[in-house]
């Protein structure tokens, strides 16, 4: 039976809006990466055959297939092929799974699977301003309302409707993202994410954690909707960031001397309502999971994506997962979410924990916009 082998992943460091990564343009994010990627692991640039490489906003500077043109910016062989994808939030987790279906098949070695988003260059909801002021409507036709009727569908109002299925109150959820602020922070000081990330502008470490924030400060904060539940405490922040991962079969292993570092063992897509859009990893998780006849119990770290405090929460309630495993270092609510880089950094960080903690099996997730999900489970070697 073939395999697909992880033997590199690398990450910038998560950028803040308007940070210290807000004046690097998105294609020179993503080749910095793709380069600290081929310099890591030693790998002939010549022999990678794709770019697979996620991003949301593919407008502007982000536009005209920022895979290929981040390669060559890189200064890497122009034979090497690029190709740009979205799946929203869990585009580059998305690129993770074409690269190892790739080797999977047999019909590829060496592929790179990457992400990259600049929120500061090409802010959230770029494309849809623009179709929208071109006279085009927003972004669901004829068909789609006969289906689902004339009612707001955002990541924002799904995130309410989460909090109003599961009844998580405003404490529960601002209790949820103090503790990822704590995680994050302590994660940085003890080093954490040192090895896995690649600085850049003179960034050295993610921008967003902020260890001195209180659950006082957080009641503070306005609702994001009046008589809500969500604020930007408890909401992903906008960033800028990147991350890389090279996936390569046995006979790319031989020859060209890697270690793999992991196998990927399971890989699951699944799609729930789209008008609550946020569920998805619920049941894509307990896909995954029969489908690899294993529990949760096996599973030693999870990053799950925290778009909104609302998701984890209710992910682990239905999965019964232990906390404790769930974003150990910290999530997007203190970490930050470059929504197309997200998933390769996820990735990254999954990796390089089950590597310092010596555990075996690690699975990622996320939700996506149109109520998708990805899962990845992976085996560290």
Known sequence: MAEAYIVGAVRSPVGKKKGGLSTVHPTDLAAHTLKALIDRTGVDPAAVEDVIMGCVMQFGPQSMDIARNAWLSAGLPETTAGVTIDRQCGSSQQSIHFAAQGVLSGTQD????????????????????AALEK???????????????????????????????????????????????????????????????????????????????????????????????????????ISDGSGAVLIASEQAVRDHGLTP?????????????????LTAPIPATQRALKKAGMSMDDIDVVEINEAFAPVPLAWMQELGADPAKVNPNGGAIALGHPLGGTGAILMTKLLHELERTGGRYGLQTMCEGGGQANVTIIERL
Not at 112 to 123: I, R
Not at 191 to 200: A, N, R, T, V, Y
Not at 261 to 277: E, F, I, K, S
Request: contains cysteine.
């Open 135 to 237: 006279g085009m409507p927003f972004p669901f036709g004829d068909k789609w309302v006969e289906r689902y009727g004339k009612q707001e569908i955002s990541q924002f109002r799904g995130a309410e409707l989460m909090c109003e299925k599961w009844g998580y109150t405003r404490e529960v959820l601002e209790q949820y993202a103090f503790e990822s602020h704590q995680r994050a922070a302590k994660a940085i000081a003890n080093g954490h994410f040192k090895d896995q990330i690649e600085p850049i502008n003179g960034v050295t470490d993610d921008e967003g954690p902020r260890a001195d924030t209180t659950l006082e400060k957080m009641a503070g904060l306005k609702t994001l909707k009046e008589g809500g539940q969500i604020t930007a405490a408890t909401s992903s922040q």
């Open 261 to 277: 570092r992991a196998r990927v063992h399971q890989l699951a897509l699944m799609g729930d309502d789209p008008v609550y859009m």
């Open 110 to 129: 060496l592929v790179v699977a990457a992400g990259v988003e600049s929120m500061s260059v090409v802010p959230m909801g770029s494309s849809i301003t």
